[in-house]
């Protein structure tokens, strides 16, 4: 058995426009890189972090958490050492502290022969994402571990569906270069929300999950709407609206926040449609000063994965 192994932890993007808390996907292309060993020393060390000034006390950090939380599930004499190259930006808005938690958890398992699975994996990794969050959800992890679209019907017990979706799908990001806090932009977000409101956005939900499984671009184009939570993010985030004006004037199916913010995410059918979107919102940030970058991806449905 290996004592040592390397994987790419992917992007994830949560909520999707009307599935806050519940619903995300997984991006192909975007991740950040982790090597986790077994190491004779019992317990857990962070031993090598680059990319961004994160703690390396494995109880301060996302990845550290969640892997003390698999590690007190396990009896063994050994310990393990995590080393980090971090991708994807601390307060992004596409999982970056999912990406890290899922990459403990997993590489762990890995080395351990397989004994957890998928869904017990998600459960340790929410210990080290509440860290981040100060609450505990999966809409990232879930995706990053499961792959594709994923579901979160359940924390408490966890139930996670995986979702299908269709071939030529494709994701556009912008991430303008400024920080939003998870826990921040949670805080801002109303504690309750009218009865009109919740029926609008459980039927833009219910048939978003019924365009992804039938490939109906048309209907998930229709049902890319949030009538909750972006009209209180989108206030966070430079030039939002004229994105979004943009994205769907270019033939974007659909636009929303990404997560948290301050990425948002553009979904398109077909390449062609996605690198055009990618022109358009490139033009709305490259007249202000605000730095920024972009991204285009498949869904990616394998999740997580080892790499040499």
Known sequence: MKNEIKIFSPATVANVACGFDVLGFCLDNIGDEML????NKKGIFITKIEGFDLPMDAELNVAGVSALAMYEALNVDYGFEIEICKNIKPG??????AASAVGSVFGMNELLGKPFSKTQLTEFAIKGEALASKCEHADNLAPAIFGGFTLVKSVSPLEILEIP???????TIIHPQIEIKTSEARAILPKEVSLQ???????NFGSLIHGLHTSNYELIS?????????PHRSKLIPYYNEV???ALKTGALGCGISGSGPSIFSLSKG???AKNVEDAIKNVYSK???KFDTYRSRINTEGIKIIN
Do not use: C, F
Request: hydrophobic share 40%; no cysteine; proline share 2%.
């Open 165 to 171: 979706s269709p071939d030529d799908l494709y994701v």
């Open 244 to 246: 979004k004006m943009e």
């Open 271 to 273: 390449l062609e449609n």
């Open 36 to 39: 986790i060993r077994k190491t």
């Open 222 to 230: 229709k049902s890319l709407h949030d009538v909750i939570i972006e």
């Open 197 to 203: 409101s919740a029926i609008t956005q459980w039927a």
């Open 288 to 290: 202000a000063d605000i």
């Open 92 to 97: 992004s808005g596409i999982g970056s502290s």
